[in-house]
Protein backbone atom coordinates (compact mmCIF):
# COMPACT_ATOMS: atom_id res chain seq x y z
CA UNK A 1 0.00 0.00 0.00
CA UNK A 2 1.18 3.18 -0.63
CA UNK A 3 0.10 6.66 1.53
CA UNK A 4 0.05 10.48 0.06
CA UNK A 5 0.22 13.24 2.78
CA UNK A 6 -0.91 16.91 1.84
CA UNK A 7 -0.41 19.99 4.02
CA UNK A 8 -3.72 21.28 3.95
CA UNK A 9 -3.30 24.56 2.73
CA UNK A 10 0.13 24.80 3.26
CA UNK A 11 1.33 28.32 3.40
CA UNK A 12 -1.83 29.91 5.15
CA UNK A 13 -1.22 26.88 7.71
CA UNK A 14 2.48 27.67 8.13
CA UNK A 15 1.28 31.46 8.84
CA UNK A 16 -0.99 30.38 10.96
CA UNK A 17 1.54 27.94 13.16
CA UNK A 18 2.90 31.23 14.70
CA UNK A 19 -0.32 33.02 14.54
CA UNK A 20 -2.97 30.92 16.43
CA UNK A 21 -5.24 34.30 16.53
CA UNK A 22 -5.81 33.34 13.06
CA UNK A 23 -7.72 30.10 13.22
CA UNK A 24 -10.72 29.75 11.67
CA UNK A 25 -10.32 33.33 10.14
CA UNK A 26 -10.12 33.86 6.13
CA UNK A 27 -5.95 34.01 5.23
CA UNK A 28 -3.99 34.41 2.05
CA UNK A 29 -0.55 34.49 0.98
CA UNK A 30 0.57 36.81 -1.96
CA UNK A 31 2.99 36.04 -5.03
CA UNK A 32 6.75 38.27 -5.15
CA UNK A 33 5.64 41.64 -5.23
CA UNK A 34 2.81 40.79 -3.53
CA UNK A 35 0.73 41.17 -6.47
CA UNK A 36 -1.43 37.58 -6.74
CA UNK A 37 -3.52 35.35 -4.34
CA UNK A 38 -1.30 32.33 -4.70
CA UNK A 39 -2.18 30.65 -0.96
CA UNK A 40 -6.18 30.25 0.21
CA UNK A 41 -7.45 29.11 3.58
CA UNK A 42 -10.35 27.39 3.77
CA UNK A 43 -12.35 30.14 5.04
CA UNK A 44 -11.31 32.19 1.34
CA UNK A 45 -12.05 29.10 -0.59
CA UNK A 46 -15.86 28.93 0.58
CA UNK A 47 -16.03 32.82 -0.09
CA UNK A 48 -15.65 32.00 -3.69
CA UNK A 49 -12.25 33.84 -3.97
CA UNK A 50 -10.02 32.87 -7.04
CA UNK A 51 -6.38 31.78 -6.98
CA UNK A 52 -4.30 34.20 -8.66
CA UNK A 53 -6.48 37.55 -8.01
CA UNK A 54 -4.52 40.28 -7.95
CA UNK A 55 -4.10 41.78 -4.78
CA UNK A 56 -5.65 45.58 -5.21
CA UNK A 57 -8.28 43.72 -6.60
CA UNK A 58 -8.87 41.50 -3.68
CA UNK A 59 -9.06 44.80 -1.49
CA UNK A 60 -11.19 46.57 -3.80
CA UNK A 61 -13.39 43.60 -3.93
CA UNK A 62 -13.71 42.46 -0.36
CA UNK A 63 -13.43 45.17 1.93
CA UNK A 64 -14.61 44.15 5.13
CA UNK A 65 -13.96 40.58 4.54
CA UNK A 66 -11.22 40.58 7.73
CA UNK A 67 -9.13 38.93 5.50
CA UNK A 68 -5.16 38.80 6.62
CA UNK A 69 -2.87 39.11 3.63
CA UNK A 70 0.83 37.53 3.76
CA UNK A 71 3.73 38.30 1.61
CA UNK A 72 5.13 34.61 0.20
CA UNK A 73 7.41 33.63 3.03
CA UNK A 74 10.25 31.08 1.47
CA UNK A 75 12.40 30.50 4.10
CA UNK A 76 9.48 29.77 6.98
CA UNK A 77 7.84 27.60 4.25
CA UNK A 78 10.74 25.45 3.44
CA UNK A 79 11.97 25.16 6.88
CA UNK A 80 8.00 23.89 7.96
CA UNK A 81 8.23 21.49 5.16
CA UNK A 82 11.21 19.59 6.41
CA UNK A 83 10.07 19.52 9.99
CA UNK A 84 6.60 17.90 8.47
CA UNK A 85 8.63 15.71 6.48
CA UNK A 86 11.21 14.89 9.79
CA UNK A 87 8.20 13.38 11.42
CA UNK A 88 6.77 11.17 8.43
CA UNK A 89 10.39 9.58 8.40
CA UNK A 90 9.84 8.61 11.73
CA UNK A 91 6.68 6.87 11.44
CA UNK A 92 7.15 5.55 7.57
CA UNK A 93 9.09 2.59 6.25
CA UNK A 94 10.25 5.06 3.45
CA UNK A 95 9.54 8.87 2.53
CA UNK A 96 9.35 10.06 -1.18
CA UNK A 97 9.22 13.62 -1.17
CA UNK A 98 7.40 15.01 -3.91
CA UNK A 99 6.66 18.81 -3.22
CA UNK A 100 7.28 21.06 -0.89
CA UNK A 101 3.78 20.38 1.00
CA UNK A 102 3.39 16.11 -0.25
CA UNK A 103 5.37 13.13 0.33
CA UNK A 104 4.26 9.80 -0.35
CA UNK A 105 4.95 7.25 1.89
CA UNK A 106 5.69 3.31 0.92
CA UNK A 107 3.92 1.20 3.52
CA UNK A 108 5.16 -1.90 2.56
CA UNK A 109 5.53 -4.42 6.24
CA UNK A 110 3.20 -2.35 7.64
CA UNK A 111 -0.40 -4.25 8.70
CA UNK A 112 -2.77 -3.61 6.34
CA UNK A 113 -5.62 -4.04 8.59
CA UNK A 114 -4.18 -1.57 11.33
CA UNK A 115 -3.37 1.00 8.32
CA UNK A 116 -6.45 3.50 9.41
CA UNK A 117 -5.54 3.90 12.97
CA UNK A 118 -1.84 4.42 12.02
CA UNK A 119 -2.76 7.16 9.83
CA UNK A 120 -4.67 9.09 12.29
CA UNK A 121 -2.10 8.85 15.15
CA UNK A 122 0.36 10.01 12.31
CA UNK A 123 -1.68 12.74 11.13
CA UNK A 124 -2.25 13.55 14.90
CA UNK A 125 1.52 13.35 15.46
CA UNK A 126 2.01 15.48 12.67
CA UNK A 127 0.03 18.46 13.99
CA UNK A 128 1.53 18.18 17.66
CA UNK A 129 5.02 17.88 16.70
CA UNK A 130 4.67 20.69 14.21
CA UNK A 131 1.36 22.24 14.34
CA UNK A 132 0.46 21.84 10.55
CA UNK A 133 -2.88 20.10 9.58
CA UNK A 134 -2.52 17.17 6.86
CA UNK A 135 -4.73 14.68 5.52
CA UNK A 136 -3.06 11.06 4.34
CA UNK A 137 -4.36 9.15 1.88
CA UNK A 138 -3.82 5.51 1.56
CA UNK A 139 -4.54 2.81 -1.69
CA UNK A 140 -2.84 0.35 -3.83
CA UNK A 141 -1.80 3.10 -6.10
CA UNK A 142 -0.08 6.52 -5.86
CA UNK A 143 -3.18 7.97 -8.23
CA UNK A 144 -5.41 6.19 -5.72
CA UNK A 145 -3.49 7.51 -2.90
CA UNK A 146 -3.57 11.12 -4.19
CA UNK A 147 -7.70 10.42 -4.85
CA UNK A 148 -7.97 9.50 -0.76
CA UNK A 149 -6.22 12.37 0.05
CA UNK A 150 -8.62 14.43 -1.01
CA UNK A 151 -11.25 12.81 0.49
CA UNK A 152 -9.59 13.05 3.34
CA UNK A 153 -9.30 16.82 3.56
CA UNK A 154 -13.03 17.40 2.12
CA UNK A 155 -14.78 15.32 4.82
CA UNK A 156 -14.11 15.76 8.52
CA UNK A 157 -15.52 12.14 9.22
CA UNK A 158 -12.36 10.43 7.65
CA UNK A 159 -10.22 12.32 10.55
CA UNK A 160 -7.26 13.06 8.26
CA UNK A 161 -7.07 9.93 6.86
CA UNK A 162 -8.91 7.95 4.09
CA UNK A 163 -8.11 4.23 3.19
CA UNK A 164 -9.13 2.61 0.31
CA UNK A 165 -8.32 -0.75 0.20
CA UNK A 166 -11.08 -2.96 -1.03
CA UNK A 167 -12.58 -3.40 -4.69
CA UNK A 168 -15.87 -2.12 -3.40
CA UNK A 169 -14.17 0.92 -1.93
CA UNK A 170 -11.90 1.81 -5.13
CA UNK A 171 -15.16 1.88 -7.42
CA UNK A 172 -17.23 3.85 -5.05
CA UNK A 173 -14.83 6.67 -4.72
CA UNK A 174 -14.52 6.59 -8.55
CA UNK A 175 -17.99 6.78 -9.09
CA UNK A 176 -17.84 10.26 -6.93
CA UNK A 177 -14.36 11.70 -7.90
CA UNK A 178 -14.78 14.39 -10.95
CA UNK A 179 -12.12 13.02 -13.60
CA UNK A 180 -10.63 16.77 -14.01
CA UNK A 181 -9.56 16.36 -10.43
CA UNK A 182 -7.65 13.33 -10.83
CA UNK A 183 -3.74 13.09 -10.77
CA UNK A 184 -2.21 13.05 -14.26
CA UNK A 185 -5.74 14.31 -16.14
CA UNK A 186 -5.04 17.83 -17.33
CA UNK A 187 -7.50 20.18 -18.63
CA UNK A 188 -7.18 19.79 -22.23
CA UNK A 189 -7.70 15.66 -21.33
CA UNK A 190 -10.66 16.14 -19.35
CA UNK A 191 -12.11 18.29 -22.24
CA UNK A 192 -11.42 15.46 -24.76
CA UNK A 193 -13.22 13.18 -22.35
CA UNK A 194 -16.55 14.98 -22.19
CA UNK A 195 -17.67 13.92 -25.65
CA UNK A 196 -17.61 10.70 -24.59
CA UNK A 197 -19.52 11.21 -21.32
CA UNK A 198 -16.90 10.27 -19.56
CA UNK A 199 -17.05 13.26 -16.21
CA UNK A 200 -15.71 11.00 -13.74
CA UNK A 201 -12.63 8.95 -12.36
CA UNK A 202 -14.99 5.49 -12.77
CA UNK A 203 -16.08 6.15 -16.32
CA UNK A 204 -12.54 6.67 -17.38
CA UNK A 205 -11.35 3.42 -15.72
CA UNK A 206 -14.32 1.80 -17.36
CA UNK A 207 -13.10 2.96 -21.05
CA UNK A 208 -11.19 -0.11 -23.17
CA UNK A 209 -7.46 -0.14 -22.39
CA UNK A 210 -6.67 -0.30 -26.37
CA UNK A 211 -8.88 3.04 -26.80
CA UNK A 212 -7.55 4.48 -24.32
CA UNK A 213 -3.62 4.44 -25.36
CA UNK A 214 -4.41 4.85 -28.92
CA UNK A 215 -5.96 8.24 -28.21
CA UNK A 216 -4.01 9.31 -24.91
CA UNK A 217 -0.28 7.33 -25.31
CA UNK A 218 1.37 5.59 -22.77
CA UNK A 219 0.35 8.48 -19.56
CA UNK A 220 -3.07 8.23 -20.10
CA UNK A 221 -2.93 4.31 -20.17
CA UNK A 222 -0.84 4.59 -17.04
CA UNK A 223 -3.61 6.62 -15.48
CA UNK A 224 -6.34 4.04 -16.11
CA UNK A 225 -4.07 1.58 -15.22
CA UNK A 226 -3.11 3.59 -11.52
CA UNK A 227 -7.30 4.07 -10.87
CA UNK A 228 -7.84 0.46 -11.61
CA UNK A 229 -5.67 0.10 -8.54
CA UNK A 230 -2.41 -1.07 -10.51
CA UNK A 231 0.90 0.60 -9.18
CA UNK A 232 2.97 1.70 -12.41
CA UNK A 233 4.18 5.43 -11.52
CA UNK A 234 7.52 5.22 -9.93
CA UNK A 235 7.68 6.73 -6.78
CA UNK A 236 11.58 5.93 -6.19
CA UNK A 237 13.53 8.88 -7.93
CA UNK A 238 11.08 11.38 -8.11
CA UNK A 239 12.51 12.65 -4.28
CA UNK A 240 15.95 14.78 -6.09
CA UNK A 241 15.58 14.44 -9.79
CA UNK A 242 17.93 15.54 -11.71
CA UNK A 243 16.49 18.60 -13.98
CA UNK A 244 17.84 19.01 -17.66
CA UNK A 245 17.63 22.73 -16.98
CA UNK A 246 16.90 25.26 -14.14
CA UNK A 247 15.45 28.67 -14.22
CA UNK A 248 15.33 31.15 -11.67
CA UNK A 249 13.27 34.75 -13.14
CA UNK A 250 11.41 37.10 -11.55
CA UNK A 251 9.25 40.47 -12.32
CA UNK A 252 10.69 43.43 -11.23
CA UNK A 253 8.33 45.76 -8.69
CA UNK A 254 9.05 48.55 -10.93
CA UNK A 255 10.47 48.53 -14.38
CA UNK A 256 14.49 49.17 -14.60
CA UNK A 257 16.40 51.18 -16.57
CA UNK A 258 19.94 51.05 -16.07
CA UNK A 259 22.41 48.05 -15.77
CA UNK A 260 23.13 48.63 -12.06
CA UNK A 261 19.68 48.36 -11.21
CA UNK A 262 19.89 45.05 -13.58
CA UNK A 263 22.92 43.66 -12.10
CA UNK A 264 22.17 42.26 -8.56
CA UNK A 265 18.77 40.86 -9.70
CA UNK A 266 20.66 38.96 -12.30
CA UNK A 267 23.19 38.01 -9.83
CA UNK A 268 20.93 36.78 -7.58
CA UNK A 269 19.39 34.78 -10.29
CA UNK A 270 22.62 32.98 -11.03
CA UNK A 271 23.28 32.28 -7.07
CA UNK A 272 20.25 30.35 -6.93
CA UNK A 273 21.03 28.27 -10.13
CA UNK A 274 24.03 27.78 -8.28
CA UNK A 275 22.13 26.59 -5.25
CA UNK A 276 20.02 24.25 -6.66
CA UNK A 277 22.51 22.55 -9.15
CA UNK A 278 24.35 21.60 -5.85
CA UNK A 279 21.45 20.69 -3.81
CA UNK A 280 21.23 17.68 -6.67
CA UNK A 281 24.94 17.44 -6.48
CA UNK A 282 25.26 18.58 -10.18
CA UNK A 283 27.29 20.91 -12.35
CA UNK A 284 25.78 22.92 -15.57
CA UNK A 285 27.72 23.55 -19.14
CA UNK A 286 25.93 26.38 -19.75
CA UNK A 287 23.96 29.90 -18.66
CA UNK A 288 21.52 31.97 -20.26
CA UNK A 289 20.72 35.52 -19.19
CA UNK A 290 17.52 36.42 -21.08
CA UNK A 291 15.77 40.68 -20.08
CA UNK A 292 12.19 41.67 -21.28
CA UNK A 293 10.66 44.78 -21.45
CA UNK A 294 7.27 45.45 -19.91
CA UNK A 295 4.59 43.96 -22.83
CA UNK A 296 1.95 45.89 -21.36
CA UNK A 297 3.74 49.47 -22.05
CA UNK A 298 2.86 50.25 -25.56
CA UNK A 299 4.02 53.72 -25.67
CA UNK A 300 7.21 52.62 -24.85
CA UNK A 301 10.36 50.80 -26.84
CA UNK A 302 9.74 46.62 -26.53
CA UNK A 303 12.69 44.23 -26.38
CA UNK A 304 13.25 40.59 -25.13
CA UNK A 305 16.79 39.14 -25.69
CA UNK A 306 18.78 36.05 -24.40
CA UNK A 307 22.43 35.89 -24.49
CA UNK A 308 24.51 32.59 -23.25
CA UNK A 309 27.99 31.27 -22.02
CA UNK A 310 29.37 28.21 -21.72
CA UNK A 311 31.97 26.88 -19.54
CA UNK A 312 34.89 24.68 -20.63
CA UNK A 313 34.76 22.83 -17.29
CA UNK A 314 31.15 22.13 -15.94
CA UNK A 315 30.60 23.89 -13.18
CA UNK A 316 28.30 24.59 -10.04
CA UNK A 317 30.04 27.67 -7.96
CA UNK A 318 28.32 30.95 -7.30
CA UNK A 319 31.46 32.99 -8.07
CA UNK A 320 31.82 31.14 -11.39
CA UNK A 321 28.23 31.34 -12.49
CA UNK A 322 27.43 35.21 -11.56
CA UNK A 323 30.58 36.38 -13.21
CA UNK A 324 29.21 34.27 -16.39
CA UNK A 325 25.64 35.86 -15.79
CA UNK A 326 27.41 39.39 -15.25
CA UNK A 327 29.18 39.04 -19.03
CA UNK A 328 26.03 37.92 -20.71
CA UNK A 329 24.08 40.61 -18.99
CA UNK A 330 26.85 43.61 -19.96
CA UNK A 331 25.78 42.14 -24.13
CA UNK A 332 21.74 42.13 -23.59
CA UNK A 333 21.62 44.75 -22.00
CA UNK A 334 20.28 47.56 -24.13
CA UNK A 335 20.08 51.59 -23.63
CA UNK A 336 16.55 53.36 -23.55
CA UNK A 337 14.79 50.05 -22.73
CA UNK A 338 12.56 50.18 -19.07
CA UNK A 339 12.77 46.27 -18.00
CA UNK A 340 10.11 44.40 -16.60
CA UNK A 341 11.55 40.79 -16.38
CA UNK A 342 14.92 39.26 -15.98
CA UNK A 343 16.13 35.68 -15.37
CA UNK A 344 19.21 33.30 -15.67
CA UNK A 345 19.10 29.49 -16.88
CA UNK A 346 21.56 26.30 -16.59
CA UNK A 347 21.53 23.91 -19.02
CA UNK A 348 23.88 20.73 -19.92
CA UNK A 349 23.56 20.13 -16.65
CA UNK A 350 25.11 16.63 -15.33
CA UNK A 351 26.79 14.62 -12.18
CA UNK A 352 29.16 16.62 -10.24
CA UNK A 353 31.35 13.66 -10.26
CA UNK A 354 32.58 11.86 -12.12
CA UNK A 355 33.75 15.47 -14.79
CA UNK A 356 35.70 16.23 -17.57
CA UNK A 357 37.58 19.34 -16.94
CA UNK A 358 38.89 21.32 -19.99
CA UNK A 359 42.04 20.07 -21.51
CA UNK A 360 43.39 23.49 -21.63
CA UNK A 361 43.50 26.11 -19.24
CA UNK A 362 42.14 24.12 -15.93
CA UNK A 363 43.10 25.32 -12.80
CA UNK A 364 42.61 21.88 -10.10
CA UNK A 365 43.28 24.45 -7.04
CA UNK A 366 41.56 27.31 -8.18
CA UNK A 367 38.18 24.96 -8.88
CA UNK A 368 38.59 23.35 -5.62
CA UNK A 369 39.05 26.87 -3.72
CA UNK A 370 35.83 28.04 -5.33
CA UNK A 371 34.00 24.88 -4.53
CA UNK A 372 34.75 25.10 -0.69
CA UNK A 373 33.92 28.87 -0.99
CA UNK A 374 30.35 27.85 -2.17
CA UNK A 375 30.25 24.76 0.38
CA UNK A 376 30.77 27.21 3.17
CA UNK A 377 28.77 29.43 1.79
CA UNK A 378 25.73 27.02 1.53
CA UNK A 379 26.48 25.93 5.17
CA UNK A 380 26.09 29.64 6.45
CA UNK A 381 23.12 30.45 4.80
CA UNK A 382 21.44 27.21 6.23
CA UNK A 383 22.56 27.85 9.93
CA UNK A 384 22.47 31.66 9.70
CA UNK A 385 19.21 32.15 7.38
CA UNK A 386 18.38 32.42 3.32
CA UNK A 387 20.90 35.14 1.63
CA UNK A 388 22.78 35.94 4.87
CA UNK A 389 26.37 35.66 3.28
CA UNK A 390 25.85 36.49 -0.09
CA UNK A 391 29.21 37.63 -3.18
CA UNK A 392 28.95 41.23 -3.80
CA UNK A 393 27.47 41.44 -6.44
CA UNK A 394 24.54 40.24 -5.10
CA UNK A 395 23.81 43.15 -3.16
CA UNK A 396 20.92 45.70 -3.88
CA UNK A 397 22.41 49.54 -3.15
CA UNK A 398 20.27 52.72 -3.44
CA UNK A 399 21.22 56.30 -2.73
CA UNK A 400 20.84 57.89 1.13
CA UNK A 401 20.23 61.25 1.83
CA UNK A 402 23.42 62.28 1.07
CA UNK A 403 23.87 60.72 -1.97
CA UNK A 404 25.60 57.87 -0.76
CA UNK A 405 24.90 54.15 -2.04
CA UNK A 406 24.35 51.92 0.83
CA UNK A 407 23.16 48.12 0.96
CA UNK A 408 19.39 47.58 1.57
CA UNK A 409 17.40 44.05 1.57
CA UNK A 410 14.54 43.48 -0.21
CA UNK A 411 14.74 44.11 -4.49
CA UNK A 412 11.43 42.29 -4.02
CA UNK A 413 8.53 44.10 -2.24
CA UNK A 414 7.33 41.93 0.55
CA UNK A 415 5.59 44.74 2.83
CA UNK A 416 3.70 42.37 4.64
CA UNK A 417 5.75 39.69 5.18
CA UNK A 418 5.74 37.22 8.45
CA UNK A 419 9.39 36.86 10.60
CA UNK A 420 11.40 34.08 9.86
CA UNK A 421 10.11 32.30 13.28
CA UNK A 422 12.35 29.15 13.20
CA UNK A 423 15.63 30.16 11.04
CA UNK A 424 16.22 33.32 13.21
CA UNK A 425 15.59 34.30 16.61
CA UNK A 426 16.18 37.88 15.99
CA UNK A 427 12.34 37.02 14.82
CA UNK A 428 10.96 36.46 18.71
CA UNK A 429 11.35 39.79 20.97
CA UNK A 430 11.46 39.20 24.90
CA UNK A 431 9.45 41.61 26.75
Partial sequence: MIGL????????????????????????????????????????????????????????????????????????????????????????????????????????????????????????????????????GIAPSKTLAKMASKFAKKYPGYRSCCVIASEEQREAACRIFPIGDVWGIGRRMARALQPFGVTTAHGFADLPQEWVRRRFHVTGERTWRELRGD?????????????????????????????????????????RCAMKLRRQHSVCSLLTVFVQSNYFRDDLPQYSAGVSRSFLTPTATTCELVAAAEAALNEVYRRGVHYKRAGVMVAGIGPEAPMQPALFGYDPERSRKLRMASATLDALNRRLGADTVTVAAQQYTQRDADGRSVKFAGAIRRALKSPDYTTCLGAFTVA
Fill in 5 to 136: VDCDNFFCSCERVFRPDLARRPVVVLSNNDGCVVARSREVKDMGIPEGLPYYQLLEQYPDAGITAFSSNYTLYGDMSARVMDVLRSEAPEVVQYSIDEAFLLLDGLDPAGLKEWGERLCRKVRQWTGMPVSL
Fill in 231 to 271: SVIDVDGLDGVERKSIVTSRSFPSMLTSLDDLRPHVANYAA
